[in-house]
Every structure is written in structure tokens, then in C-alpha cells.
């Protein structure tokens, strides 16, 4: 049973940071590929960011230079380092993991499963 619990979210004033964490449990966390992506009231939920177990990331052009995703194997961790926030960065960011073979997806479908999300606010 493949569990994901976020943390770290909160509240903001634009050009601040956070750092969200996303512990993963019930599965070997170094084969699957993992993923942050985020929703905001009344829109879809869209991707973020996504890694690779040899590094390589990938990011939505809207996050791109502000936004590092990184893991950690040995504490089965991911995180999201948020800087310059945007009040459109306002969501509910969840972390997302698959076992398919292409990690760098943003695609939602592509993931089936999910963390219950941590709320970021960006005001």
C-alpha cells in the first residue's frame, strides 16, 4: 500500500519561499517516479515538477528557475524548494508517484498515486 503524506505548505508574502516534503512509504521509493503537482480553486490540477531516479528533472514553464524538486532515497523523501513565490502560485500542491517507466511526465494520469495535499497561499 503506497502512501505519500505532504507537509510544509502555509502561508506566504509574494517573493518568499517554502519548502514542501512529501514522505513516501509502503513501496521500493527509489523505482518509482515521483512528481509534484498542484491545484488551484476552480481550475485543473496541473503538473509541476518531476525527477528521475539519476537526477534529471523536468518543470512546467510557469515554475521553471524558481522551483527545484529533489529526493532524498535514504529518508524515501521528496521535496519542493519554492522561491520567488507568485500569489498565482496559490494551490494545493500534492506529490505524486507511478511506477512507470517515463519519470519526467506532468501528466496526472500518468500517476496513480496521491498524497492528500498541503496548501500553499501566496498573498
Known amino acids: 500500500h503506497v502512501q505519500l503524506v505532504e507537509s510544509g505548505g502555509g502561508s506566504v508574502q509574494a517573493g518568499g519561499s517554502l519548502r514542501l516534503s512529501c514522505a513516501a512509504s509502503g513501496y521500493t521509493y527509489s523505482s518509482y517516479c515521483m512528481g509534484w503537482f498542484r491545484q488551484a480553486p476552480g481550475k485543473e490540477r496541473e503538473g509541476v515538477a518531476a525527477i528521475d531516479s539519476d537526477g534529471s528533472t523536468s518543470y512546467a514553464d510557469s515554475v521553471k528557475g524558481r522551483f527545484t524538486i529533489s529526493k532524498d532515497n535514504a529518508k524515501n523523501t521528496l521535496y519542493l524548494q519554492m522561491n520567488s513565490l507568485k500569489p498565482e502560485d496559490t494551490a494545493t500542491y500534492y506529490c505524486?508517484?507511478?511506477?512507470?517507466?517515463?519519470?519526467?511526465?506532468?501528466?496526472?494520469?500518468?500517476?496513480?498515486?496521491w498524497g492528500q495535499g498541503t496548501q500553499v497561499t501566496v498573498s
Open positions: 505524486a508517484a507511478h511506477p512507470g517507466w517515463y519519470c519526467l511526465s506532468l501528466r496526472s494520469p500518468d500517476y496513480n498515486n
